[in-house]
């Protein structure tokens, strides 16, 4: 249906009359900029009011205390907000706008994450975290091996899981056959049983 030739009309109001697929694909364009404007404002003033204490930034987070808010604040405004690329993996800039509060949790942030880690690290493979959402096991285990983490090349794994009230990262080291949990109110990196 996306043709340039398709003037038809395809929806009516009475008080506005008949809008063209064109027209419908200009308001839809409009209302995701609009909402992506929202979305990057919402960032913004939650870097703004966002106050913590240096010394309760734990590892692996420590190499980031010198970034200033308006560091945080910069990379914001530069973030392509449209479609871009981690590696092979298409993913839509907007979407790590989500990365304040609690909308983390949202689980396209969870993966972008965890898909740009794996670009920047070598031999890293990662869990897709969505397994969380399915009841039956075989369901889980085709969700979890997604992103194949089980790539021979892999020397490490990662991802998130629910602990509770809260999310914790994991990782799982293949050549020692050790996972170790790290737990945001633990501080440091434990060995999971």
């Not at 996306?2 to 809008?19: I, N, Q, V």
């Not at 697929?21 to 703004?48: C, E, F, P, R």
């Amino acid at each position: 249906m996306d043709r340039a030739d398709y003037d038809d009309m395809l929806a009516r109001w009475d008080d506005y009359g008949s809008a063209t697929y064109g027209q419908l694909k200009l308001m839809d364009t409009v209302m995701t900029v609009k909402n992506n404007i929202s979305l990057l404002h919402a960032t913004l003033n939650w870097i703004a009011a966002l106050e913590f204490q240096v010394d309760s930034v734990v590892e692996p987070l420590k190499d980031h205390v010198g970034t200033t808010k308006d560091d945080h604040v910069q990379a914001v405004k530069e973030l392509n907000l449209g479609q871009c690329f981690v590696g092979k993996n298409l993913q839509y800039g907007v979407d790590f706008l989500d990365f304040r509060e609690n909308l983390w949790l949202h689980s396209t942030s969870i993966v972008g994450g965890l898909l740009m880690l794996r670009e920047t690290y070598q031999a890293v493979g990662f869990i897709n975290p969505r397994f969380h959402e399915f009841d039956a096991l075989d369901q889980n285990l085709r969700t979890a091996r997604g992103f194949l983490p089980d790539d021979s090349s892999y020397e490490r794994v990662i991802s998130v899981i629910n602990v509770g009230n809260h999310w914790a990262a994991f990782m799982v080291d293949v050549s020692a056959k050790r996972c170790y949990l790290f737990d945001q109110r633990r501080q440091h990196g434990i060995p999971a049983a």
